[in-house]
């Protein structure tokens, strides 16, 4: 079946791209970022088609990566239905992404650059949702931080950008660190990295009634998730990531990557139904983040940022799903958000793009007459988002909501209630982008036809992708949440919805006066949310400036003073004898020579006398 | 019997000479004549590889003859699968680091062509020394040519840190040099074989008292050698002062010979010791790799900053060697080689930057990228598989070492990994310094990008470098079966132990005032 050559296209593309990329014309840079990974996906489909109706897992062994003793790790690649699922997602809207870049990146410098490193990211992600063991997953996690630290940083020359790059890196690592202690963590409970043999063998096992091992392993690749999609307390890298181009930001930091926690969680969803404590951990983690990011959300005037902190929220819903152990609805969400909200920040892109650069939402303004596909395409997604009947988004989070009703209706509330704080935010940034005057000084413009066709195409998906049944066609790897379909429930979630978009309307339609009033009304409670509740201030307090004092003033010293400091006692004893040796450089190799043979004759003296005395 | 073996060990050695008869004023003749014969030397070395048996543990290749009759030393040599590897990446990294020099290096050319050679013969020496005695010479005579290399074409407080660099390691391997007599003296034979048979034989046996002290004799000189913290202050001054090719020859294989040789000798001839002291040790080596990183964070010299994330590195390894586990000492050699690629190359990239602009100092340096791309790209190639990036080299080592670890004691391993983010802090804080910046503030217009010679220089590096990161089965399975003969020992030793119930022959005294303690280690820091 050749899974193994989905990932290696983009590869191929990458090394091409970024060797000969910079003397290349643009169009070969396009044919060849954009080739491969529509090869990429039409594989995906042959793959899929092919092993149709995917009853059973496909798995495919190439070599042996590393052995040592009974540790064997193998590139293994894994096709079921759910990564057949998070196939399609990630080759079908990174296809579409790519299309788009073309127009975006079209008078920007660093073409290849970009390009290359979009194929690169290509290339880890399938790796990671391919993989079959740990390691490999590892292998595509890891390799997909790298492609979101070099894209962000892409703009080098600005030091923002910069710092957003390190800090995400930085931020994902410690999560990395929990994953990685994880694996190495069911290595030894196990034996194995395999994801199938590790799942047989837990079946086995009884639930753990308290916190076991097995839960802190649980505990442990939910703090790695807890890195990559951007969840409490590792979320704060993911609103500065938008320093990165735009349609890295739809790719990345909205479409794919991010998912990976989610996926990942998943993808060792056995390993968590036997653990309902760490559940527990990840369903109040996700709900909270929902809640925190989407106030966050309200007070927020970049676009992009806009848009990021409501990325955070809803991978917040699909940690609540997974919690609450509606692990099809997580996926469902992940692939319906892939469609919505890369739709927002391409349209997000198409916007930026047609006032020059400019992402504050109050220097825009009336611009649904200049830019009208856009602004119809972003109205779409922000109906999906809002959860509002029949777009893709009201399916995902309907299944969502109610099995967080089964498990516990204070977490429906709060849910619902955010959804409704989702449908106000996005909505806000909407009107005042499109309706009103035009508040800048540019002349907006639509995009070309290469931007546009991905974002109808994307909105047709944002439309219809709801009526793909995931949650029935991921059936047979989880059971469908339970709690039926209680209608005064959907009503509710949908009402809500439909009330925050009629509330936004309202206040920066109708009359724009009330926002700022309310602001000033709520004076300190305002300036809290508005500075994003000094998250980043306080890890900068509690973590980086110790650690970096530490590094500067304790240790450095320490190891100058204390350390050295008894060595160079001894050392000012030897630079007299450093004198002598420095005589001895008379640049003759026979003097060293001679002294080499001296020294060895001495040390041949002290053995024979050694010997004698035996 | 000749062998190949004796061909790639005195290779160099007639090549030294050889370079020694060409006039001095052929300054270009000597550059070319030392690039192209390191390079066959390198090419013989690979016929090792191939004629290799990969599954078989023990020395091949054994080449002796008797050398001194009383006292009973041999010549005798022969490799294995421990360093087979080591070998092969000492005569890799010697033409590089000879290319990389001919900017750098522009007086006395040939004294310094002869001592990399004499340097290429030496370590070879150590790595393939059977006779413990003929080891310690190579291991002496190793220290000369790189004590003047530092001394003569180093920069900065040179002398002082060559002569810093000799009195460390000197005496750290006089207790050694005590050690190996004592051994002689016990034994008959400074034949390891022999040594190694006596032992495991049970013919051949310690007191617990004479084994610790002998244990620390050879362990404290490999820790100097490592360097282990806190024996490690030497390591940043011999870098920062000598040339590039002595801080390539220094990282990529000098720092290797201490962590070898505790594999080769503190395991298998100490068992006992080895078991009881390793959770100290690795206590040890888990401090050194934090307090490595944290001392890279603050350094504002850039080569200074690569030389103390060496520290932190050759913790890991240590760590590994005494997880006392098949995945702790396999992940240890792996990333010896790793570590010689990954951090010699960036030494190689540091020596780059000296040729292009007389500063290392960090805030000297922003924007490289607009003038270097290609520059920038590679060195963030190595940057990567430094913080431990899969695909590349020192991931697959790292996260052996990890594993074993983990095994041995959680919380160690658990702060070991600590370095996986530290180490990304201070890598990424050096390349966004010293590449990333504004374009017009640049002060780096003048600086050019990668040559033909130095990308003859590191293309091997880098096609090495994901060469082990992406399939280690080519390596692996030799190092992995000598580990196995490693392991053997230090457990076999454990059932013998138990078997044999009787009293130490020691006074009793003394042995349970020294020993006391020690067993009392593991207890005190929480380990295993």
Redesign the interface.
């Given at each position: 079946m050749q899974l193994w050559l989905i990932p290696l296209v983009p590869l191929i593309g990458f090394v091409i791209n970024g060797v000969f990329g910079h003397r290349a014309p643009k169009r070969f840079v396009n044919f060849v970022a954009v080739g491969s990974v529509a090869i990429s996906f039409a594989l995906v489909l042959r793959a899929i088609s092919a092993l149709w109706p995917l009853d059973n897992a496909y798995v495919e062994q190439t070599y042996t990566w590393i052995q040592s003793g009974n540790l064997r790790i193998g590139v293994d690649f894994v096709l079921d239905r759910l990564s057949a699922v998070m196939l399609l997602v990630v080759s079908g809207v990174g296809l579409l992404i790519h299309t788009y870049s073309i127009g975006y990146m079209e008078h920007e410098g660093s073409y290849a650059r970009f390009f290359s490193y979009m194929n690169l990211f290509m290339f880890f992600m399938l790796t990671l949702v391919l993989g079959g063991n740990f390691p490999v997953l590892f292998v595509g996690w890891e390799g997909v931080g790298l492609c979101s630290y070099l894209l962000i940083g892409f703009y080098y020359d600005r030091d923002y950008a910069v710092t957003a790059g390190n800090k995400a890196f930085i931020v994902n690592r410690i999560g990395d660190m929990a994953f990685i202690i994880a694996i190495f963590l069911v290595f030894l409970q196990f034996g194995t990295f395999d994801f199938a043999q590790i799942a047989a063998k837990v079946d086995t096992l009884p639930v753990e009634a308290g916190f076991g091992a097995l839960s802190l392993i649980t505990l442990l690749l939910f703090v790695g998730a807890t890195g990559k999609s951007a969840q409490i307390p590792l979320y704060v890298w993911l609103p500065d990531a938008m320093a990165g181009p735009t349609p890295v930001s739809a790719l990345i930091h909205a479409a794919t990557m991010v998912t990976a926690g989610v996926y990942m969680v998943a993808r060792t969803a056995t390993m968590y139904q036997h653990t309902p404590i760490v559940m527990e951990v990840v369903a109040i983690v996700g709900l909270a983040t929902a809640v925190v990011s989407a106030i966050i959300g309200l007070a927020q005037n970049d676009i992009k940022k806009v848009f990021a902190y409501s990325t955070v929220s809803q991978l917040g819903y699909m940690f609540l799903a997974l919690g609450v152990g509606a692990f099809s609805a997580g996926i469902f969400h992940v692939m319906t958000h892939a469609f919505f909200k890369a739709l927002l920040f391409l349209g997000a892109g198409s916007v930026i793009h047609a006032v020059h650069g400019e992402q504050d939402i109050w220097k825009m303004g009336g611009l649904r007459k200049k830019t009208p596909v856009t602004f119809l395409t972003l109205m779409v997604a922000g109906v999906a988002i809002s959860g509002v009947y029949p777009f893709a988004g009201f399916f995902s989070k309907d299944e969502i909501l109610l099995a967080a009703h089964h498990h516990a209706p204070w977490m429906y509330w709060v849910a619902t209630a955010t959804a409704g704080m989702t449908a106000f935010y996005v909505f806000r940034a909407l009107f005042v982008t499109f309706f009103g005057e035009y508040r800048g000084h540019a002349h907006p413009h639509e995009s070309p036809p290469s931007m546009t066709l991905p974002l109808v195409g994307l909105a047709i998906l944002s439309t219809v992708g709801g009526f793909l049944n995931v949650p029935h066609f991921l059936e047979a790897m989880f059971p469908l949440a339970e709690g039926g379909h209680d209608a005064t429930l959907v009503y509710i979630a949908l009402a809500t919805g439909l009330g925050g978009i009629l509330l936004a309307f309202v206040f920066y339609v109708v009359n724009p006066g009330i926002p700022q009033s309310i602001a000033n009304g709520l004076g300190a409670i305002y300036r809290l949310v508005v500075n994003k509740f000094y998250v980043d201030e306080i890890y900068d307090f509690l973590v980086v400036r110790p650690v970096l004092t530490s590094s500067r003033d304790v240790f450095w010293a320490m190891d100058r003073v204390i350390v050295d400091g008894a060595v160079n006692g001894v050392a000012s004893q030897a630079r007299a004898v450093g004198r002598v040796l420095r005589s001895w450089q008379t640049g003759s190799i026979r003097t060293y020579a001679s002294w080499v043979a001296i020294g060895s004759v001495i040390i041949m003296l002290i053995v024979s006398i050694a010997g004698g005395v035996r | 019997m000749t062998t190949l073996l004796d061909v790639v060990l005195f290779l160099p050695i007639g090549l030294f000479l050889l370079v020694?008869l060409i006039p001095r004023e052929m300054g270009e003749t000597i550059r070319i004549f030392s690039t192209v014969v390191s390079i066959i030397v390198f090419l013989v070395s690979l016929g090792l590889v191939a004629n290799f048996d990969h599954s078989q543990a023990g020395y091949q290749f054994v080449s002796q003859f008797q050398w001194?009759k009383?006292?009973?030393?041999q010549y005798k040599i022969g490799i294995d699968g421990l360093s087979l590897w080591l070998v092969v990446l000492t005569t890799f990294v010697t033409p590089i680091a000879i290319m990389i020099s001919w900017k750098g290096i522009d007086f006395?050319l040939?004294?310094f062509h002869?001592y990399i050679l004499l340097l290429e013969f030496c370590l070879i020496g150590i790595f393939v020394s059977i006779d413990l005695?003929q080891y310690?010479?190579f291991w002496?005579?190793a220290l000369?040519p790189l004590y003047?290399m530092i001394?003569?074409w180093g920069h900065g407080r040179n002398?002082?840190s060559?002569?810093?660099f000799f009195?460390?390691t000197l005496s750290g391997s006089a207790m050694m040099?005590a050690a190996i007599?004592y051994l002689?003296?016990r034994a008959?034979s400074f034949d390891y074989e022999v040594l190694l048979a006596q032992i495991s034989s049970g013919a051949l046996r310690f007191t617990s008292l004479e084994e610790s002290l002998l244990f620390w004799a050879f362990f404290i000189a490999f820790a100097v050698k490592t360097p282990l913290f806190?024996v490690?202050?030497?390591l940043p001054d011999a870098h920062v002062d000598a040339p590039t090719a002595g801080s390539v020859d220094l990282a990529a294989l000098m720092l290797k010979v201490g962590t070898y040789s505790m594999i080769r000798f503190c395991l298998p001839l100490f068992p006992n010791a080895a078991r009881e002291f390793a959770p100290l040790i690795l206590t040890i080596s888990v401090i050194g790799i934090i307090?490595g990183a944290?001392?890279s964070?603050?350094?504002p010299n850039i080569k200074k900053l690569v030389a103390y994330s060496s520290v932190s590195h050759m913790g890991v390894i240590v760590a590994g060697i005494f997880s006392l586990?098949?995945?702790g000492l396999?992940?240890a050699v792996y990333l010896m080689l790793a570590h010689g690629i990954s951090t010699g190359a960036l030494f190689i990239f540091v020596g780059f930057l000296t040729d292009r602009k007389d500063s290392l100092e960090i805030k000297d340096w922003g924007?490289l990228?607009?003038s270097a791309?290609a520059l920038s790209?590679v060195f963030m190639l190595f940057v990567?598989a430094s913080v431990g990036?899969?695909?590349m080299a020192n991931f697959?080592g790292e996260?052996?070492v990890?594993?074993g670890t983990?095994?041995a004691n959680f919380v160690l391993?658990?702060l070991a990994?600590?370095s996986?983010?530290l180490s990304?802090?201070y890598m990424?804080?050096l390349f966004?310094r010293v590449?990333?910046?504004?374009?017009n503030a640049d002060p780096n217009k003048e600086i050019y990008d990668m040559q033909p010679r130095e990308w003859g220089a590191m293309l091997p590096m880098v096609f090495v470098l994901l060469w082990l990161g992406?399939?280690?089965?080519s390596f692996?399975?030799a190092i992995?079966v000598a580990n196995?003969g490693v392991m053997k020992h230090v457990s076999a030793q454990a059932e013998m132990q138990v078997r044999r119930s009787e009293p130490p022959l020691t006074p009793g005294v003394i042995v349970p005032v020294i020993a006391g303690p020690a067993n009392a280690a593991p207890e005190v820091l929480g380990a295993r």
């Open positions: - | 020694l001194v009383d006292p009973n030393i006395r040939k004294e002869a005695f310690y010479v002496e005579l000369l003047f001394g003569i002398i002082y060559a002569v810093k009195l460390y040099l007599l002689y003296s008959g806190p490690h202050t030497w307090y944290l001392i964070l603050a350094q586990t098949q995945q396999d992940g924007g990228v607009h791309p790209a990567l990036l899969p695909l697959v996260f052996l990890l594993q983990i095994q391993g658990v990994a600590s996986l983010v990304a802090c990424l804080w966004s590449f990333y910046g504004e374009r992406t399939y280690s089965h692996m399975p992995s196995a």
